[in-house]
């Protein structure tokens, strides 16, 4: 990550600043598409209201409660289930980029590791309990990180629309955890950037037919 890393006392320690805590809640799967691409791991993000693909979480004012428990508090909304965070789980924290009015956010991470099974209920409960499902959240995705014949798969999911730095903090944790080979993913960035460079092209296909409808309205 480009901005400096503080840690989570350096960071409480900073006056009017505003805190966000966002959470990678992940397991590992013996489970495979088609059944014979491993699957590996499940890893847990979201599709935002405003279109943005990022890890479930929020805005924490850690003058009325802990960042955990604001995080907690934040969790039950969008995934409807009562998750245990704890500081054990602070991965990072940062200034957030692109934010420059007063006052500075600082973005902190956590990662949770869960059993197979508890992330199947979270997925559960975020699209039946959960008050957000469909409002704040419109629905919660599992990263593909392995790699189609075409080359899709990871590489594909990497080249979409991110909220913030989630983008950077997936890609950090997949090497931190050693979720996936540095190598398996340097190929899917560069792959990604391929992906990118043609969804510009698509885009500018799909606003060539809005012009024509819009000169014969
Ligand atoms: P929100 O309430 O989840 O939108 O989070 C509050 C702020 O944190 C947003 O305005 C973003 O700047 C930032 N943010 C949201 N989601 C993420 C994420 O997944 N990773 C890092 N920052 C995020």
Not at 154 to 181: M, P, W, Y
């Amino acid at each position: 990550m480009a901005n400096a890393q503080l840690s989570r006392a350096e960071a409480l320690a900073c006056s009017g600043c505003r805190h966000a805590c966002h959470v990678m809640l992940y397991s590992d799967t013996k489970s495979q598409l088609f059944g014979r691409t491993p699957i590996k791991h499940i890893i847990l993000m979201q599709m935002r209201f405003d279109g943005l693909l990022g890890f479930p979480g929020g805005f924490v004012n850690q003058s009325q409660e802990r960042l955990e428990a604001g995080l907690c508090r934040e969790l039950q909304e969008e995934l409807g289930v009562t998750l245990s965070i704890s500081e054990d789980d602070h991965a990072d924290a940062r200034y957030a980029t692109g934010t420059n009015s007063s006052p500075r956010l600082i973005t902190h991470f956590y990662v949770k590791k869960l059993k197979e099974e508890q992330i199947k209920e979270v997925e559960q409960a975020s699209a039946s309990t959960a008050k957000d499902h469909g409002q704040e959240v419109l629905g919660m995705v599992r990263v593909p990180l392995y790699t189609t014949k075409g080359g899709g798969g990871l590489s594909s999911f990497l080249s979409h629309a991110f909220i913030g730095s989630a983008r950077t903090q997936l890609v950090d944790s997949l090497l931190r955890l050693h979720l996936l080979a540095p190598e398996d993913l340097h190929k899917a960035l560069k792959h990604s950037l391929k992906t990118h460079a043609l969804g510009a092209v698509d885009l500018q296909a799909a606003l060539a037919l809005t012009e024509a409808k819009r000169d014969h309205s």
